[in-house]
Structure formats: C-alpha cells, structure tokens
C-alpha cells in the first residue's frame, strides 16, 4: 500500500520497537527500514526500544503527558498488547509494524506484514476504534485484544509458547499436560439470562477473529460491536478438540453465542489466561469494552462499519 506525502504535514510519533521479537538477528535491519520508512512518510520518529523488565506503563504514561498522541509499536502481539493497556481510554492512537512470530493483531486489523506497506497504513488506513475484553478471577483484572481461555489451551500455553520461541526441551511437558489434563464440569451464564452446563475442556472468550498459531474463531460480528463470542467445546476428545482448534472452530458440537459479558465457573476449577497473562484459577467474569481502543487498521480488517 502506497500513499502520496507530497501534501502531508509532519506529525510526531513515538516508535516502540522490541529488538528481540520475531528472529532478533534480523531486527537492526528492521529499524533501519523502519525509520526510513517513517521519515518518508512524513513522521517525527522518537524511538524507545523494549528490553528486559521495561517499565512500558511508565514510559507510555510519560509520553502521553508529553503531548504524543500516535504510539507505533513494532514488535509481537505480546509486545502490542502491552502497550495497548496503557492506552485504553485515551484520545492516542496505536499503530501497529508487526515483526513478531504470529502477528494475529497485525491479521484480524487488515495490516500487511511488509514494513513499508505497514509504515504506509499509519498515514493511509482506517483509525477506528476497537472493543477489548475485561477479565476478572478472584483479585485479578485484566484487559484482552485477542482472547480469553479456560481449561486445557490456558494450560497448554507455556510450554507451547516457548516450543515456539525455539526451546524444544518443552515438548515433554506439552505432551504430559496435554495427556493428564481431565476434563471438568462448565456452567456459563451469558448476559445474566441465557445458562449452559456441560462437560468439556475448554471456553474460549475471543474479541478478535485470530490468536495463538493463528487459530481462527468464527466472529459473529465486528470488532467493534460491541459483543464477545463464547466458545464452549462440549463432549469433544481432546483430540477432535485440536482438530476443531485447526479448522475454523467448525465443529457442531461448540456451543456458540455473542455477548456483552459471560461468566464461567468450572468444577475442578481451571487455569484461566487472557492474552497469555496466566490469572490462576477461579470464577471468571469477563465483559465487553466497547471501542476503548483507537487503532490504525487495513480497509480489510474486521471492522466493517
């Protein structure tokens, strides 16, 4: 995607960069092209790049203070939906160059993964703005862009996040967790009326139609409907279950349904996970915040209002 400048006035951003997602080996080159890219389009590039144990919530914080109104962040959707916390509510906007392992945000938002495509939307796409989901289990809050999880996945997580950062040593534990983990009695409550009790092994609450290696779930509506979309896999083998997980969440048998908020309460209790932040295990109440979020997004996204 391309788009003139000759006209543009400059406009400042503060470029977030996370030199050690996707391949690090790649990311010097990766900033250069980014940079380039910017200064063509006419931005004021301040740069802050993302190391171990950065305090992102006071960087963005200050930056906000500091009048930066468009926060670009180049890095994986962990990365994007950290500094998408600190930005919930606020007049800034999130753009997003994704440079990560599996860049679902970067998919369900219609941004391209070529850099200067990507650099090029800033100026030239969509600024919409987007639901994000609000978990709560026991004292725990935490907000989500792509997904919520209860049960097996939430267990699965760490040990296949880190297979697919490269440490194999943890295949052991995938499997084992995957082999032990029984299934549990699920009772749902949607929008306080609609109830569900069954058997299974995992509900998914998901705000956008992509996560994990690039799953899909069938999102009834938009992005910014205000609505969540419960999934719930009853009665499944935990096999069928990933051969559902690899084919667009298709099968008959997962109840679907399309919320403001859902509670979930599991028996044993299950591990819960809201874009990979584990909140333990517990009664879980998640609902929707309408269009707290404002995003540059591809004409092609999921937004279609």
Known sequence: METSTRNLRSKRALLIFNPQSG?????PRQLKDILSAMQAAKFITEVILIQPDFDVARMVQNALRRGIRMFVVSGGDGTIETVAQQLLGTRATLGIIPTGT????ALSLGIPSEIPAAVALLRSGKRIKIDVGLASCGEMRQSFLEVASVGLLSALFPAADEIQHGNLVRIGDFL???V???PAHIHLVCDGKQELDTEGHVVLVANMPFFGAHYQVPIQGT????FLDVLVFSNLTKLELLQAAGNGMQDPRIFHCHVHEVD?????LMPVLADGVSMGEGALHIQVQSRALTVMAG???QEMN
Do not use: F, H
């Open 23 to 27: 391949l690090a080996i790649e990311s």
């Open 102 to 105: 599996q860049n679902n945000l």
């Open 176 to 178: 084992s967790t995957l």
């Open 180 to 182: 032990s983990s029984p």
């Open 223 to 226: 992005i910014s409907d205000g």
């Open 264 to 268: 979930i309460l599991t028996e044993p």
């Open 299 to 301: 004409r092609k996204s």
